[in-house]
């Protein structure tokens, strides 16, 4: 117990949120995604310049499926946390939504809002916490892990969404794995996503 304690100050001394959320433009993150029901896929995620939503910098990241673009997410993240902006730069979230924080011991978090800029927007509630867990070995690299556990509902009634998923990050690297679990009623649908190769942005001419 005390190796890991001492474990866990030094990677909170060294590190930041950025380190395990890396938003290098011309970055890819290759996953394998296995949906209830569905044969395994491959997909990635692309990350691209940073701009401006709504006077917020933000970081585009594009989610690429058989050569097509199927969702865009704009990301901001500093030394302590990761949020999401929006999925469209015209219509963003009105206020972020925190996905991921960090600190030098296991955080809990909320948030509340609406989940666009409409007349009558559905509601969104989210729970998170994070902890530092033991290395492992990623890509063949031993890395420090951050996990991350988000609880969301959105809406309301039998119509209400409920996401339960937990991640785990990379210090270095980016998200690892992710296994969530989507529930309309009482309909249930698992997903599980697993890194399998990491692009790293090119660099000079």
């Known amino acids: 117990m005390l190796a890991t304690l001492i474990a866990a100050t030094f990677i909170a001394d ?11 433009p011309g970055s890819r993150r290759m996953y394998e995604e296995k949906l209830t029901g569905e044969a395994p896929k491959m997909n990635y995620d692309e990350v691209h310049a940073e701009v401006d939503v709504k006077g917020v910098p933000a970081v585009r990241v594009a989610t690429v499926e058989d050569g097509k673009e199927i969702t865009n997410t704009y990301y901001k993240v500093d030394k302590s946390s990761a949020w999401i902006i929006g999925n469209d730069i015209e219509h963003p979230l009105p206020k972020p939504m925190p996905i991921l924080q960090f600190g030098d011991k296991p955080m809990k978090w909320s948030y509340e809002g609406p989940s666009d800029d409409s007349k009558l927007p559905e509601p969104i509630t989210l729970t998170g916490e994070s902890r530092i867990l033991p290395d492992r070995m990623v890509l063949g690299k031993k890395v420090s892990i951050l996990e991350v556990k988000l609880t969301s509902a959105m809406g309301g009634g039998s119509a209400q969404e409920r996401v339960e998923q937990v991640a785990l990050y990379g210090k270095g690297i980016g998200l690892v794995q992710l296994t969530s679990k989507t529930m309309v009623g009482k309909r249930k649908v698992s997903n599980e996503l697993k890194l399998i190769q990491v692009e790293e942005a090119k660099t000079g001419g």
């Open 14 to 24: 060294n590190a930041t949120a950025n380190d395990f959320f890396p938003l290098a």
